[in-house]
């Protein structure tokens, strides 16, 4: 699989990161067999959070063994110093390292929520000073990510970032315009992107989830594939963050393998698009899973 340089961090990230949500219901026998199909695809990243319900204890016996060949990315939501402090704890015990490559703030989408975050910041950046993470960074899922992550850059000195890349969200001028001015920021200060959501359609609606995203995903092996390659063409995204169901994950891998970046002209077409956003998650976001 293609590699691209994660900004600053100098780790050559695939260009699909293992998304954690996907091991989110599994014990570790059942993550056993997706885990180690994707390392030898070639994926060198995972990305995992406390909030993926099982994921970290059931990925967790496997990284012993893997942990040379693995980037491991953790996050942390709480808000305040003790709880992300134990949060980081749990975590690394969960996982069976002793570091983590990345340690991310997770779900910073305001800048409401940048301000609730700031002493789980002090705890990530505390936390790389001791090297209990290599690297520190922020994500967020909704509209708002592009421009929090952009205030959170100038107020932290943040490693990585990681927002939504898909071609109806980046559709909407406002964002697209937010974008774009983070990561003007993103390379003046050599920081890696992380693309989320690449193979996101439409929201569920009144339709029954039957796939573990909250989002209903592209449905065929070409719409994935173009997903995967509007992401990956976007200036500047260094890689993307593979979806929570096991099978459109699958798809998402066999199109990185095969992957053509996508001219300006063909990238731009495929903003015409009249779906309806995924975003905002308060009014869109189904359950994965019950």
């Known amino acids: 699989m293609q590699t691209r340089r994660l900004g600053r961090t100098d780790h050559h990230s695939s260009l699909a990161i293992l998304?954690?949500?996907?091991?989110?219901m599994d014990t570790p026998d059942d993550a056993a067999g997706f885990l180690h199909e994707a390392v030898d695809?070639?994926?060198?990243?995972l990305d995992i959070a406390p909030g993926y319900h099982l994921a970290e204890r059931a990925v967790g016996p496997h990284l012993p063994g893997l942990r040379n060949r693995l980037f491991v990315a953790g996050k942390t939501g709480e808000t305040e110093r003790d709880w992300?402090?134990?949060?980081?704890e749990r975590t690394l015990e969960r996982l069976q390292v002793d570091h983590l490559d990345l340690y991310q703030a997770h779900g910073i989408t305001s800048l409401e929520v940048l301000d609730q975050r700031a002493e789980a910041f002090e705890v990530i950046l505390e936390a790389r000073e001791q090297g209990l993470t290599k690297f520190a960074g922020v994500t967020g899922h909704d509209?708002?990510?592009?421009?929090?992550?952009l205030e959170a850059l100038r107020r932290y000195d943040l490693d990585t970032v990681m927002f939504p890349v898909y071609p109806r969200v980046m559709a909407d001028s406002d964002y697209r315009a937010d974008v774009e001015a983070l990561l003007v920021e993103c390379i003046d200060r050599d920081v890696g992107v992380m693309a989320i959501k690449a193979v996101a359609w439409r929201p569920w609606g009144n339709r029954e989830p039957d796939t573990r995203t909250w989002y209903e995903p592209q449905r065929t092996p070409e719409g994935i594939e173009r997903g995967v390659r509007f992401a990956l063409s976007t200036p500047s995204v260094d890689a993307f963050c593979t979806p929570s169901d096991k099978a459109t994950a699958r798809l998402a891998i066999a199109a990185v393998e095969r992957f053509v970046p996508l001219d300006a002209a063909e990238w731009t077409d495929l903003l015409s698009t009249d779906e309806d956003l995924i975003f905002p998650l308060a009014n869109h976001a189904a359950p994965a899973w019950t």
Do not use: K
């Open 19 to 24: 998304g954690g949500a996907a091991f989110a």
């Open 41 to 45: 695809a070639g994926i060198n990243h």
């Open 84 to 88: 992300a402090r134990t949060r980081l």
């Open 143 to 149: 509209l708002g990510a592009p421009r929090a992550h």
